[in-house]
C-alpha cells in the first residue's frame, strides 16, 4: 500500500514517513516543491538505513504524491490544508484521506479549538473532498517524540469516519506503529472531539512544565 504524507517535509510529517516506512508502507513524501520532497525522503532513508532499517520512501510534489498514492495524509497547518486540500482534489479523488488537522488558536494564555462553522476541520476537509474517503486520526500525537526513533511509547490513537471500510484500514495502519493503539472514536462528526483534546494537551504541557503529552484511556 502506498502512503503519500502530503507536506510530509514538516513535524508530525517526519515521524509519520519515518514510522510508515518502518511499518513496511511505501511512503511518498509530499510537498509544494518536488525537488524538496526527493531531498527528504534521502535524507529520511538515511535516518532509517543508519539504524539497520529498511524502507522504501520517495519524494513527489503534493499533486503527483496524491496521484500515486492508496491513502494520502493530510500533514499540512490548519491554515492552508482547505486551500491545499481544494488544489489536490481531483488527485485524492477515490482515495483514502487521513486528516490531523487541529484548528486552534491562542487566547492570552490559552490555546482554544477553533473549529470551522462545519463543526471540525475533519468535516470541513470532507466537505472539500466529496470524491474522497476521509478519516480523521493522529490528531493528539506529538510531532517531536514520535519523529525521535529512541522513543518508546504507549499512545491511543482515536479514529472517525463516516465510511467504516476506510475507517478499519485507517485503525490498521494506525495498528501497525509500533506504540500506537488505534480506537473507533465513532463517525466523522466525533472528530471535534478528538480534534478539541490537543489543545487540552498543550495548555497541560505548560501549566504542568511536562513535554509532549498525548492520550491513553484506561
Ligand atoms: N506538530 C504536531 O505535534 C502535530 C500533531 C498532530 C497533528 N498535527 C497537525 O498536523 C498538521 C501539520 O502540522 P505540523 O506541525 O507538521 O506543520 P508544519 O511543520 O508547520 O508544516 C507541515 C508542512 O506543511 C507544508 N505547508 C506549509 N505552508 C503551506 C501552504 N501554505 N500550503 C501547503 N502546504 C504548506 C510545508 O511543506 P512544504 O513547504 O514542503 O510544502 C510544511 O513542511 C497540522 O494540521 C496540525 O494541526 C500536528
Known sequence: ???????????????????????????????????????????????????????????????????LSDVAILAIPYSHVYKAAESLKEDLAGKIVITP???????????????????????????ILKDSRVV??????????????DERFEWDVPVCSDDDEAKRIVLEIVNSIDGLRGLDAGPLAASRLVEGLTPLLINISIRNKVKDLSVKFV
Request: proline letters at 5%.
Open 101 to 127: 488537522v487541529v484548528p486552534m488558536e491562542k487566547k492570552s494564555r490559552l490555546f482554544i479549538y477553533a473549529p470551522p462553522p462545519e463543526g471540525s476541520a475533519a468535516e470541513k476537509i470532507a466537505s
Open 1 to 67: 500500500m502506498k502512503i503519500a504524507v502530503l507536506g510530509g517535509t514538516g513535524h508530525i510529517g517526519i515521524g509519520l514517513s519515518l514510522r510508515l516506512a518502518i511499518a513496511g508502507y511505501e511512503v511518498i513524501v509530499g510537498s509544494r516543491k518536488g525537488e524538496k520532497a526527493r531531498q527528504k525522503a534521502e535524507e529520511y532513508t538515511s535516518m532509517l538505513e543508519s539504524r539497520g532499517l529498511n524502507g522504501v520512501i520517495s519524494g513527489a510534489d503534493n499533486a503527483k504524491a496524491s496521484e
Open 136 to 149: 480523521s486520526a493522529f490528531q493528539t500525537v506529538p510531532a517531536e517524540r514520535f519523529a525521535n526513533l
